[in-house]
């Protein structure tokens, strides 16, 4: 029983890795939700491919030992066999193909009318984040920059390394754009929960689109190799209803407008 409750608790779905967790984090977005439906699709038919593979290995070693056929059989040519191993083999992968493809082509997708449009910029080793869509002017602009809480700042109940003391404020159920782009080194903007990882490069502007499909708080890290403080660049992304999501938007204008 306690073997169950442990296994349990590593598959179990969050919203962040967990230790010993042995699945993927919860899907909050279709893109995630393909990626989880396509590994769980091919990972049944791998397990069929094992079992059968080792049905054959284990009958082989079990008739064909040396005691049981002291003077082995010469088998040089088999036609129907070599037929039968190269047709399956090369079958196998278009079936794996189809879906990926049309999974690869929804994440590339470009939102035509997207809701938000959104600009992450990575340092080293910080974030900065710009809400376009609210740039009045050059004088005001929703821009914060997005750090990462000390170990000895962290509340309880905090993740070690994954929260930041600004968070990325998503309206749920509604298509959002990022821009990424970098102002020094390569970077990458990843989320597993929302199926996101989008590298940042210098001089370019990188773009992709996510729907989260529920409320919550999603946190992921850079995945490329950015420097000594690599480690020290989560990503925490809040969804909330919208109705929420316009206050805190106004929220952080305020201050800003009285300020200039």
């Given at each position: 029983m306690i073997v169950l409750e442990w296994l349990f608790l590593t598959i179990a779905p969050c919203d962040a890795a967990e230790p010993w967790q042995l699945g993927s984090q919860d899907a909050a977005t279709p893109i995630m939700q393909g990626i989880t439906d396509?590994?769980?699709?091919v990972f049944f038919f791998v397990i069929l491919i094992l079992v059968f593979v080792s049905w054959i290995l284990g009958r082989a070693l079990w008739h064909f030992h040396y005691k049981k056929n002291p003077i082995p059989q010469?088998?040089?040519h088999g036609t129907t066999i070599e037929i039968l191993r190269t047709i399956f083999p090369s079958i196998i992968p278009m079936f794996i193909a189809i879906p990926s493809f049309a999974l690869l082509y929804s994440m590339d997708e470009v939102v035509v009318d997207p809701a938000i449009t959104i600009k992450a910029i990575g340092h080293q080793w910080y974030r900065t984040y710009e809400y376009s869509d609210y740039n009045s002017s050059d004088e005001q602009s929703l821009t914060f920059d997005s750090y990462t809480i000390p170990e000895d700042d962290l509340e309880?109940?905090?993740s070690r390394l994954l929260e930041v003391d600004n968070r990325v404020v998503l309206p749920a159920k509604s298509y959002i754009r990022f821009i990424v782009t970098s102002a020094d080194v390569p970077h990458s903007w990843a989320v597993p929960s929302l199926g996101v990882k989008c590298d940042a490069v210098p001089?370019?502007?990188n773009q992709t689109s996510i729907s989260v499909q529920r409320e919550g708080v999603y946190y992921g890290q850079c995945s490329e190799i950015c420097g000594t403080n690599h480690a020290f660049m989560p990503i925490v992304v809040e969804a909330v209803p919208r109705k929420d999501y316009g206050s805190r938007v106004s929220n952080q204008l305020i201050p800003q407008s009285a300020e200039a």
């Open positions: 396509l590994h769980h699709d010469r088998i040089v309880l109940g905090q001089g370019r502007l």
